[in-house]
């Protein structure tokens, strides 16, 4: 029987030290790669856009797939096999750019092919989770690696930035390529390797898989509302995001270093969220913690919209964090539930078919943000984000998962090709 605190479980721990160089890698190489592309190649604001969108591409060209693959190969191997391919990729980039080699093209290819990459690390990460630390330490693992995300996001992005600074793009590029490299090495620590559960039910084809992922999601009241609100919750991110440099440059005429302070406020609300969501559902359950924070929290984000000089960039800020803080409860929270409304044999697919709802949210809701940014303005595309953050709560709230109460118990895996769990 496994620990209820995921700590004392020694794979945990070389997973979750593998994760944090995983994320140091991944980044600094969000900040770095396009300072690179401007600096060393030349590159305008297209030619970055397209490096912006052939990163995430690939969640939505291999995501539904890559679900099925994952549930017939054994975990570490993929992880492994991933942070090798990104180490890989990086290093080639300051090695290209010494010997006076490197292309705008060989980028492209880098940044799609590292997508692809981080598709099959991220969607494995997820699966293998449940099985290393078991239904009890669940929630707590979870909580780690939520946490491990939000802190990435703001010591990780500030690290790159660093790096370039004190030591050049493609010296940052090729330490993200090196903490890659750790993070497989530590990989190898990992020590429980089970058979996957697809591989001992037979071999249905890749479609019949994939279609049995989908159904197990959007054919169950429960998954589909963490879906839909998730979905909800990226779009209105983005459409805000997407907006926030041309307001605080153009509009407010702020430095940039005031937009990476706001974004770094909303990460640590991320994180301040993370690591409350388990003690508050232990006192009010699971479901109705989801569906309180929404009701409390959500409209916080019409106090984005309202961002501007003096007192209301702070209130924009507060209302930013608790918008944040509501999303980081909703991800600890919602990843606990769908792990364990979801059997061994369909983790892979089920982890695959929101990362897959997930990424295209978040490309329309750039496009959305650009599309109203350059027709109405950034106030309205701004309103619109805000408006959607403030009622992304709703699915949750009115369907099944707000009155429960307990983590459900995780089930066996079902044949492949059988039926998904309902």
Request: charged letters at 10%; hydrophobic letters at 55%; aromatic letters at 8%.
């Amino acid at each position: 029987m496994l620990s209820d605190s995921p700590w004392r479980n020694a794979d945990f721990r070389n997973l979750f030290a593998a994760s944090t160089l995983s994320q140091l890698g991944v980044n600094v190489t969000y900040v770095a790669v396009p300072l690179f592309a401007v600096a060393a190649l030349d590159a305008g604001p297209g030619q970055v856009g397209a490096l912006a969108t052939l990163s995430t591409l690939a969640f939505l060209l291999i995501g539904l797939p890559a679900g099925a693959w994952v549930d017939r190969m054994r975990h570490r191997r993929v992880l492994i096999g991933a942070d090798l391919a990104r180490a890989f990729l990086f290093a080639s980039v300051p090695l290209a750019w010494w010997a006076d080699t490197l292309t705008l093209g060989q980028l492209y290819a880098v940044v799609l092919l590292n997508g692809c990459a981080t598709v099959f690390f991220d969607v494995t990460s997820q699966s293998t989770l449940p099985r290393l630390v078991g239904h009890g330490a669940l929630v707590r693992a979870n909580t780690a690696m939520v946490s491990l995300q939000a802190m990435g996001n703001v010591a990780g992005r500030s690290a790159g930035g660093a790096l370039v600074q004190l030591l050049s793009a493609p010296v940052a590029v090729f330490c993200a390529a090196a903490a890659h490299l750790a993070s497989a090495l530590q990989l190898t620590f990992v020590r429980r390797e089970e058979t996957p559960p697809g591989r001992s039910a037979g071999h249905a084809g890749l479609r019949a898989q994939i279609v049995e992922g989908l159904r197990h999601v959007f054919g169950n009241p429960e998954l589909r509302a963490l879906a839909l609100t998730a979905a909800l919750t990226n779009l209105g991110m983005q459409i805000v995001n997407t907006m926030l440099p041309v307001l605080f440059v153009r509009e407010l005429e702020l430095p940039a270093s005031a937009l990476g302070l706001f974004w770094a406020a909303g990460g640590l609300g991320l994180l301040f969220g993370a690591r409350c969501a388990r003690t508050v559902s232990g006192r009010l359950g699971y479901g109705r913690t989801l569906g309180l924070a929404g009701v409390f929290l959500a409209p916080a984000g019409l106090l984005v919209p309202l961002i501007g000089h003096g007192p209301w960039l702070w209130i924009a800020g507060a209302g930013w964090v608790l918008a944040l803080f509501k999303t980081g409860m909703d991800n600890v929270l919602g990843v606990s539930l769908r792990q364990g409304m979801t059997a061994d044999g369909l983790l892979g697919r089920m982890n695959a078919t929101f990362r897959f709802v997930l990424s295209g949210s978040l490309a329309v809701g750039a496009a959305v943000s650009g599309l109203i940014g350059e027709l109405a303005g950034v106030r309205p595309a701004l309103w619109v984000g805000g408006a959607v953050l403030a009622t992304a709560f709703l699915p949750v709230y009115l369907s099944p998962v707000r009155t429960r109460r307990e983590l459900p118990t995780r089930q066996q895996a079902p044949a492949v090709g059988a039926s998904a769990p309902k």
